[in-house]
């Protein structure tokens, strides 16, 4: 195999018959020219993506140790998660982390507002993230906040086989925090994001949304509905205000037996936040 370009010192382009490639590996690039050889015991990764022109590009524009810790943290993803990442990941996350570390540098941190909601969504992503930063750490001496880590969890999570669109999985997590405000605004009761309570609760209300857009719904008894409803009347009315907003402020509908499910989780939430006030301090 020759050299078709050299990218950087761990990247180049080969033509492989007839089709041209993106072969990665530690130092395949260093030294070496066009139609130079290939070791193929070099080659690390061998990318034939309809994006090859895309990473050509990147490779071309951004730091090489960026591009080589992206790398190392889609690996680390890869063996964590047991799972094989779409290849636009390579592309995705090394465009994102460079971004990110040059704003880093600048002073400039931008917050993510669907922290707590991706953290428990999410968790296995979140480690994920966690680590990412602190590898980060390591190799660049650039401190990088626990926001950051949420936004390499949503990365990984929609470069998943299954796990969505990044646009669509931004809108479901945005249309749970605004749901679970809701809860609390209705309430009035404050929510620690570590209670499990709460990661219940959010982990219901993404999958009701779930359920809603693929008309997978929960069934339940009408005797059982109107017994949560004369039970738990504050609840329901709460259960029944998220569904109000949900369908006023984004057309989404949900039907009332999942309202039930809903006000189950929030009387859970209210009765412990009513427990925790009441013990002794």
């Not at 998660?81 to 090394?94: G, S, Y």
């Not at 209300?205 to 929960?218: V, Y």
């Not at 949900?254 to 499910?261: D, H, I, N, R, V």
Request: with cysteine.
């Amino acid at each position: 195999m020759k050299i078709a370009k050299v990218l950087n010192n761990n990247a180049v382009v080969i033509k492989d018959k007839g089709q041209e490639k993106i072969a990665i590996g530690s130092g395949i690039g260093f030294r070496k020219g066009k139609n130079d050889l290939v070791n193929p015991r070099k080659i690390e990764k061998l990318f034939v993506l309809k994006e090859n022109e895309k990473l050509q590009h990147l490779l071309l524009r951004i730091p090489e140790d960026h591009f080589v810790l992206s790398e190392e943290i889609i690996a680390y993803a890869e063996e964590q998660l047991n799972t094989k990442l779409n290849d636009h990941i390579h592309i995705a996350l090394t465009d994102h982390l460079t971004f990110a570390i040059e704003r880093e540098k600048k002073g400039i941190q931008l917050k993510n507002k669907l922290l707590y909601e991706i953290k428990t969504l999410y968790k296995k992503e979140f480690d994920i993230g966690l680590w990412a930063i602190q590898h980060i750490k390591e190799k660049l001496n650039v401190n990088m906040p626990v926001d950051e880590a949420a936004f390499i969890a949503l990365h990984i999570h929609t470069m998943k086989l299954h796990g969505g669109d990044w646009q669509e999985t931004v809108r479901q997590t945005t249309l749970v925090r605004d749901m679970v405000h809701t809860i609390k605004d209705f309430l009035n009761i404050a929510v620690e994001e570590d209670d499990i309570s709460y990661e219940r609760l959010i982990t219901h209300l993404r999958f009701s949304l779930t359920r809603t857009k693929q008309s997978k719904l929960h069934t339940m008894d009408k005797e059982m509905l109107k017994m949560i409803r004369r039970k738990y009347p504050l609840s329901y009315r709460c259960a029944a205000k998220v569904a109000k907003d949900l369908s006023s402020l984004h057309g989404i509908n949900l039907p009332e037996s999942e309202l039930g499910y809903i006000a189950l989780h929030i009387e859970r939430l209210r009765k412990m936040r009513d427990t925790e006030e009441e013990s002794p301090k």
